[in-house]
């Protein structure tokens, strides 16, 4: 049995099939996660059985690596409801690019969700190689340059940004991006079958934030 902080057992999603359900049930779990009444739904060994041939998640979210960010449970998600793709500072590459169109195209998700958060180690890093001049070793230098461009946007519209402004550009430009470098992604967007939006998480009350939107999620 699955039981949740609140006593519910065996709670269920139900599915959702369009960018404005996926977007209103996603909500809804981040508002229990920040009340402290999560149900923990989908985690019983009924759910785990029925998806052992497939898969229908209703969100992808396409967040950073920190280790405060899991996104199934300040979503208050479970198994099969999310598809999920991680890298530090929810920087794209081809990979991840190319993981978000398997997710649209074979997968039919109708919502994607770019998620970072306060206080993002890659942005700070980002920040003070644009104040310093130097650049990190190894292949953080790679994180580094495809932030900043963020960083420099932030300072740009406000030259005292502190990093969570800049945290918040990151993930517009982010999202943005995504439908830009992506004719999966924008097709699926054009036809109003997928939405992108951008959140931002704030570590101290667990609460994710709408900061940008594009699709059909009914605002």
């Not at 009340?35 to 967040?63: K, W």
């Not at 199934?72 to 999920?84: N, Q, R, Y």
């Not at 609460?207 to 939107?213: C, M, Q």
């Amino acid at each position: 049995m699955n039981g949740g902080e609140d006593g519910n057992i065996n709670a269920v999603i139900t599915h959702p099939h369009t960018p404005a359900e996926a977007w209103e049930t996603l909500m809804e779990g981040n508002l229990r996660f920040v009340e402290s009444n999560a149900s923990h739904p989908n985690q019983d060994s009924a759910r785990r059985t029925s998806l052992m041939s497939t898969q229908h998640p209703f969100v992808m979210i396409f967040g950073c690596s920190d280790s405060r960010l899991a996104a199934e449970i300040i979503f208050d998600l479970g198994l099969g409801d999310a598809f999920v793709v991680r890298t530090a500072g929810h920087v794209i590459d081809n990979t991840a690019l190319g993981s978000l169109e398997y997710g649209v195209e074979y997968l039919g998700v109708p919502l994607i969700v770019v998620l970072g958060h306060d206080s993002c180690g890659a942005v700070t890093a980002t920040k003070a190689s644009v104040e310093t001049g130097a650049m990190p070793a190894g292949f953080i230098r790679d994180l580094v340059e495809r932030i900043t461009p963020s960083v420099l946007t932030s300072l740009r519209k406000d030259k005292d940004s502190d990093i969570n402004a800049m945290v918040e550009e990151h993930v517009k430009q982010t999202a943005a991006r995504l439908v830009e470098n992506s004719p999966i992604i924008a097709g699926a967007v054009a036809r109003q079958k997928t939405a992108v939006v951008g959140l931002t998480y704030r570590l101290n009350d667990g609460r994710a934030d709408l900061v940008y939107s594009n699709g059909p999620i009914g605002l």
